[in-house]
Nanobody
């Protein structure tokens, strides 16, 4: 079955960096567009970044050059490098895959930005 497992979250001070990872299994990873979303308390889930099968990327406006999404099709991993983190980046970050017409989500990893 499809599984997505995120890791790498934690507590970081404003201006700090984190690298999130998402381990994928149960589907042909290299053929799936991969996404990072986030959800803050009391807010709707929002798209952070997308990476296509050929490596093309798209970012939400709020990223403003601070985050980089990447993928490793050998290890079946997708990453989100987050730099210059702000308090408003605090959220649960989730990995999403779309495969054979269905969407699959990981359980999420908490990112807290606080001084």
């Amino acid at each position: 079955q499809v599984q997505l497992v995120e890791s790498g979250g934690g507590l970081v001070q404003p201006g700090g960096s984190l690298r999130l990872s998402c381990a994928a299994s149960g589907f042909t990873f290299k053929m799936s567009v991969m996404n990072w979303y986030r959800q803050a308390p009391g807010k709707e889930r929002e798209l952070v970044a997308v990476i296509g099968t050929a490596g093309g990327t798209h970012y939400a406006d709020f990223v403003q050059g601070r985050f980089t999404i990447s993928r490793d099709n050998v290890k079946n991993m997708v990453y989100l490098q987050m730099n210059d983190l702000k308090v408003e980046d605090t959220a649960v970050y989730l990995c999403k895959a779309r495969w054979e017409g269905a969407e699959y989500w990981g359980q999420g990893t908490q990112v807290t930005v606080s001084s």
